[in-house]
């Protein structure tokens, strides 16, 4: 089962299509954005070709802009 903190971060990169980096357990970076995703996979979407990303070999997901998840953009790191 997925746990409610990363569910709830893949869910507000998947439906805001927010572009996103996704970093490999051996240092290779993908960016794209999050199509769907379950227990053990993430699809990344990226000039309409869809990865499909092992979570065991993922070690960290982050945003690629600044994006205040209950305000919307924001303009600066104040906001955060």
Known sequence: ???D???IF???LKERRIP?????KNSIKLSG???DF???IIMLSY???VQLI???AISTIVEVIMYDHWDGFSSNSENR
């Open 33 to 35: 954005f999050i199509v």
């Open 54 to 56: 092992f979570k065991n």
């Open 5 to 7: 903190v990363q569910s």
């Open 1 to 3: 089962m997925i746990s």
């Open 10 to 12: 893949l869910s507000i």
């Open 20 to 24: 996103s980096a996704i970093y490999l």
């Open 38 to 40: 379950d227990e053990n």
């Open 47 to 49: 000039n309409n070709i």
